[in-house]
């Protein structure tokens, strides 16, 4: 799969590096000579552009019925609970576990939206970058491609005041926030990407945005910037009764959002405000799964795509882990708002999986600012051996495999997974799967046992 096209007898060439140093459609025999000869087609690695690692260890906890008017509130007291006992070697463990998991289902780089600072009384560790270097060492280990986002913390809600018991694990001043960035910044790995993430407009005010690209002047320009935003409609009025303005369209008119900006959810949003966020280039970081977990609305993909918007796909909370199910859920549930099929603005006859597949891909690679998301020289070697020994997928053309692996009742389209030239999964299981999931088991045997 191609940027331009599915092709036949392509000959792709890795460095050292582990970059993508050529690519030739139609390669002879000869030109073939000793290469590693794939026979399942190959599709690019997608990017996730939004994860909370820790919250994969929740999934299928906070399924019990709450009061009336049970929503994405109440389900933020129960994470506040859950991550008031999790130490650094839980995230880390847990962190492994799901990057491995993100591995074999697709997914080969990973924007982490990291603000779990502290520890539970809210006292700085000794290294106050000690959880950021968990992120950094799941990473490592599973081999994920990692954009480290350390999140800016510093309100509860719009009125200001400090943070609630449970958010006391999240909150910097700003000269302790740039601190952590540049204690990041100086350790981080070669091939990762560091970025800027003010939590969203009720945690971080005007004010300390402006403080913010003071400390965005120390990175690359380049730097990729993700915040929450416009995900519930208590947010969107508290915001108005604050600022005057919606989440998005304040973000519009005082953040000078780019290229290089991420807005996660972005779900309750205006026409204008989609067309001026399409306008931007900033990518709408959607999380299907996790939005519809939630109870948080669903994004108007219609106004958007129309505007010739970036989207990418986020893991979120991980009550999933699989960008063909993200992207099944995304266009049913804009089948379901405007009662028709194939809502993905495509040409007649074109296939719907391929499009929306192309379309998070571009956008991913936007948002984790990493060179993935295409099969192409300069690129990072990420790419999917799709497993045409499925039953959804075996007998199909090649165009509409994707229609297949995202459409149909699969049970795993992936059979071997490269990421940055290293092949790390085989016949759909990762490497370090056995150890991983052995260390995880203990953990939530001891965070989930006695409940």
Known sequence: MLPDGWAKDVLIEVDAAGMISAVKGGATTAERAGAIAIENPVIPGMPNVHSHAFQRAMAGTTERAGPAGDNFWSWREQMYRFLDVLTPEDVETIATYLYVEMLEAGYTSVAEFHYLHHAPDGQRYADPAEMA??????????????????????????????????????????????????????????????????????????????????IARTLPDDAPWHVHAAEQEQEVADCVAATGERPVQWLLNHANLNRHWCVVHATHMTSLESAGLAASGAVAGLCPSTEADLGDGLFDAEGFLKHDGFIGLGGDSHVAVDPFFELRLFEYGQRLTKLRRNLSEVKTGASVGDELYRRALVGGARAVAQPTGGLTAGARADWLVLDRDDPSLCGRPVDTLLDAAIFAPRSRPIKDVMAAGRLLVCDGVHHAREAAESRYRVVIQRLLGSR
């Not at 000269?175 to 003010?198: Q, T, V």
């Not at 971080?204 to 913010?212: I, S």
């Open 133 to 214: 270097r968990r992120i950094v060492s799941a990473a490592e280990a599973a081999g994920i491609g990692l954009t480290l986002l350390p999140v800016l913390y510093q309100h509860s809600g719009f009125d200001r005041n400090g943070p609630v018991r449970g958010q006391r694990r999240f909150v910097h001043r700003i000269d302790d926030y740039a601190a952590l960035i540049a204690s990041c910044r100086k350790d981080l790995p070669e091939g990762m990407r560091l970025g800027i993430a003010p939590h969203s407009l009720r945690a971080v005010g005007p004010a300390e945005f402006a403080d913010l690209l003071a």
